[in-house]
């Protein structure tokens, strides 16, 4: 077992943003001498010095459902999956605004709108722009808009509209990619996070495990998203959906996840590590652990599977210590999921 001056240099190279080695990377995944509390305590050193006790909570927006070219194995949406999802185009304003409204109101600290496809037309662009604009006037909630593969044009024209962030995730490593999707590139990914930061946007990009990848992929997509400065980092596991490619994770144990939450610490101290899909589903009773490392979390669900009972994820944060970041009063966030509690089973929507 490593003795307590090793998680100890953990912490105090990511607390001094210090690169680590590819070896000391493979140790934190894989290693039988890592013991998984001193470990989680390590990255909650680091997690604590850039962001504190709080949690932020995001809110998704499935704004269009299916109906999508491409054939990423891992999404329900997908030309190629079989999947039983209710497919239905792009929602009107109103609803958009009210959805927008309705996280606001239930804490969210960003409101995240996804949109099935390739990537958004010119047109599509402009409508994008003239509701980002719509919800920043009415709420001081943070805006980021997941739409596909852009080039710099349509995304200065969201960041001139008020856009915080565009999400593009990597999902996985550039040598696993054309397992995961073969009707675009990794290439075509990364210029996408690159046609953001151009335009002055922050970059919200981060990956699913459990996709056959090996733990040396893990690494290198880690150690990617700290090169393209990624702020925001969502780690997704693999959610068993019946009629995906893939629709079995592989190798995910509750431990095994937890140390990739800290390793994305490690390697990206500062930026904001989100616990993501399949959070509920993998981690099972050591869910809460995940604070440690990630200081945010989606709430209300995924794309096309339900998350945990709202109520039940804020009182999991604020039983282990943590603050909810929000500018609505804590009282009224409790009580509206109260009003809205509903059944905690992960379904297909």
Do not use: W
Not at 3 to 8: A, C, E, K
Not at 199 to 207: D, I, P, Q, R
Not at 314 to 324: N, P, R, S, T, V
Not at 331 to 349: C, M, P, T, W, Y
């Amino acid at each position: 077992m490593m003795d307590r001056t090793f998680y100890q240099d953990l912490a105090e190279k990511g607390m001094k943003k210090e690169r680590l080695s590819q070896g000391l990377c493979e140790t934190i995944l894989t290693s039988p001498d890592i013991e998984l509390l001193p470990l989680l305590d390590a990255a909650f050193q680091v997690r604590k010095k850039f962001a504190g006790l709080k949690v932020k909570i995001h809110i998704l927006n499935n704004a269009q459902n299916g109906h999508c070219p491409e054939d990423c194995h891992y999404c329900a949406q997908a030309k190629s999956s079989e999947a039983a999802i209710e497919e239905y185009p792009l929602k009107n304003d109103d609803e958009i605004l009210a959805e927008a409204r309705e996280a606001y109101l239930s804490g969210a600290f960003r409101y995240c709108m996804v949109f099935a496809g390739r990537g958004p037309s010119k047109e599509r662009v402009v409508r994008l722009a003239s509701l980002i604009r719509k919800i920043k006037e009415k709420y001081p909630i943070e805006v980021c808009v997941s739409a596909g593969l852009l080039d710099r044009e349509k995304a200065t024209l969201l960041k001139e509209a008020g856009l915080d962030r565009l999400n593009h995730n990597l999902n996985t490593s550039e040598r696993h990619y054309p397992k995961i999707c073969t009707t675009h590139t990794y290439e075509d990914r990364l210029s996408t996070l690159r046609a953001a930061r151009q335009a002055g946007l922050e970059v919200c990009s981060g990956m699913i495990v459990g996709m056959g990848e090996s733990p040396e992929e893990v690494i290198t997509v880690a150690v990617r998203l700290r090169e393209v400065e990624a702020r925001s980092i969502p780690v997704n596991f693999l959610i068993p959906i019946k009629g995906n490619v893939l629709a079995q994770p592989h190798n995910l144990t509750p431990e095994y996840c937890l140390r990739v939450l800290c390793l994305f610490r490690f390697l990206n101290p500062d930026a904001e590590i989100r616990v993501a899909a399949g959070r509920e589903y993998h981690l099972r009773h050591l869910e809460v652990l995940c604070l440690y490392p990630a200081d945010s979390l989606f709430l209300e669900g995924y794309l096309n599977v339900q998350g945990a009972e709202s109520l039940r994820v804020l009182q999991m944060i604020k039983d282990a210590g943590f603050e909810i970041q929000s500018d609505r009063p804590l009282d009224e966030i409790f009580q509206r999921a109260k009003g809205l509690s509903v059944d905690n089973r992960l379904v297909l929507r």
